[in-house]
T-cell receptor, first 114, second 112 residues
Framework: AQSVAQPEDQVNVAEGNPLTVKCTYS??????LFWYVQYPNRGLQFLLK??????LVKGSYGFEAEFNKSQTSFHLKKPSALVSDSALYFC????????????FGSGTKLNVKP | DAEITQSPRHKITETGRQVTLACHQT?????MFWYRQDLGHGLRLIHY???????NKGEVSDGYSVSRSNTEDLPLTLESAASSQTSVYFC???????????FGQGTRLTVV
């Protein structure tokens, strides 16, 4: 069965420090992987995606994510966190066999403290 | 610019009433989705559509229905609203294949 797991409900990091938000997935076909960010009272905004090619993908607002096929992971990273990065982050996967459906993780709340 | 809009943004209704939430997209996407977001559950798929006249049940479809009469709209109807349906509802659309989905701003529904 297709699924996405975000093992941390919350991640706390100090401004200026690197951040990592974890995501693991399970799909039957080739995975298409996405990260979204949600600010309070807003919809989800697309950050970045992995389809194929380089395992390190770069996205909006200085975020990047690393695809690891052997560990079935797609962790979101940023070298230097900003207070304005504080938000709810969702990982999602689209199955290459049934690519019209998206499966979302439960979300990770990122808190960046000054 | 293309967009996806939901209305209303906020709605309070009484138990037992029928409620319809609107979703309209100008991306000309074939795929449209309805999700509900609840604390501790993330996003759960209610219904989805791959094109006009096509509708499919998601993981939490009981008590909800959708119809797709054109490409742009996928209204979500709560047949008889229940307190358990108090939630934030998101509509999304996408192309087929490996592209990302685009989300509306959400509708906060309270059933009293």
């Amino acid at each position: 069965a297709q699924s996405v797991a975000q093992p941390e409900d919350q991640v706390n990091v100090a401004e200026g420090n690197p951040l990592t938000v974890k995501c693991t997935y399970s799909v039957s076909g080739n995975p298409y992987l996405f990260w979204y960010v949600q600010y309070p009272n807003r919809g989800l905004q697309f950050l970045l995606k992995y389809i194929t090619g380089d395992n390190l993908v770069k996205g909006s607002y200085g975020f990047e994510a690393e695809f690891n096929k052997s560990q079935t992971s797609f962790h979101l990273k940023k070298p230097s966190a900003l207070v304005s990065d504080s938000a709810l982050y969702f990982c999602a996967v689209r199955d290459g066999h049934n690519f019209n459906k998206f499966y979302f993780g439960s979300g990770t709340k990122l808190n960046v403290k000054p | 610019d293309a967009e996806i809009t939901q209305s209303p943004r906020h709605k309070i209704t009484e138990t037992g009433r029928q409620v319809t939430l609107a979703c309209h997209q100008t991306w000309n996407h074939n795929n449209m989705f309805w999700y509900r977001q609840d604390l501790g559950h993330g996003l759960r798929l209610i219904h989805y559509s791959y094109g006009v006249q096509d509708t499919n049940k998601g993981e939490v479809s009981d008590g909800y229905s959708v119809s797709r009469s054109n490409t742009e709209d996928l209204p979500l109807t709560l047949e008889s609203a229940a307190s358990s349906q108090t939630s934030v509802y998101f509509c999304a659309s996408s192309e087929s294949g490996n592209t990302e989905a685009f989300f509306g701003q959400g509708t906060r529904l309270t059933v009293v």
